[in-house]
């Protein structure tokens, strides 16, 4: 980062502090995980990570019954219809 930006003049030590947040950040996050999974709990209070996750991780309310991926709006359909049914 140190001067490698034309017009832009800032000094080695900056990309150097940055660097290391960047990694203290990795590392405590690593350790926040392997901790919880640990404990048997699910590390699921890292903000902005874990809804990301949960929302990409499959679960078994993603398949039929034969084993088919099902698309969510078809499972959001499925779901409203049973809402209407009961």
Do not use: H, W
Not at 31 to 53: H, M, N, Q, R, T
Request: a negative charge.
């Amino acid at each position: 980062i140190g001067g490698n930006i034309p017009g832009l003049n800032v000094p080695a030590v900056a990309g150097e502090v940055f660097s290391d947040v960047i990694f203290g950040t990795l590392l405590l996050t690593l350790a926040y995980c392997v901790v919880s999974s640990l404990f048997g709990k699910e590390p699921s209070s890292i903000p902005f990570v874990s809804d990301s996750v949960k929302d990409r991780m499959p679960t078994i309310d993603m398949f039929d019954d034969n084993g088919q991926f099902v698309p969510r709006e078809s499972r959001e359909d499925k779901d409203k219809d049973d809402k209407d049914k009961k």
